[in-house]
């Protein structure tokens, strides 16, 4: 019912910037926080970011806090991650999701829906 689509990954220098977008389609869309989670290689997923429908709640984790901001705009169905000072330990894949279950928006349990990701590559 809802589908997600990341974008706008890629390979940038340490220190530099990068804008993710996610794109949602579906019925569902106003009604969900919407969060950010990642996974670099040989490590688990993790959270980075989340968002209320509303952006009356914004939520993240303390390694990109200062670094990374979240937002959406819900008439373009679209969730965005701005990332600046970007350091090589922000290398990952990094997924979208859309939250199904109530309680911890920062729980990645919670979110039903998930996007297929998008890479981005810091390089020193």
């Known amino acids: 019912q809802v589908q997600l689509v990341e974008s706008g990954g890629g390979l940038v220098q340490a220190g530099g910037s990068l804008r993710l977008s996610c794109a949602a389609s579906?019925?569902?869309?106003?009604?969900?926080?919407m969060g950010w989670f990642r996974q670099a290689p040989g490590k688990e997923r993790e959270f980075v970011a989340t968002?209320?429908?509303?952006?009356?709640?914004?939520v993240y984790a303390d390694s990109v806090k200062g670094r990374f901001t979240i937002s959406r705009h819900n008439a373009k169905n679209t969730v965005y991650l701005q990332m600046t000072s970007l350091k090589p330990e922000d290398t990952a894949v990094y997924y979208c999701?859309?939250?199904?279950?109530?309680?911890?928006?920062?729980?990645?349990?919670?979110?039903?829906?998930w996007g297929q990701g998008t890479q981005v590559t810091v390089s020193s």
């Open positions: 579906g019925r569902t869309f106003s009604m969900n926080t």
């Open positions: 999701a859309a939250q199904t279950r109530p309680s911890g928006i920062t729980d990645q349990g919670k979110y039903g829906y």
């Open positions: 968002i209320t429908w509303s952006s009356s709640t914004l």
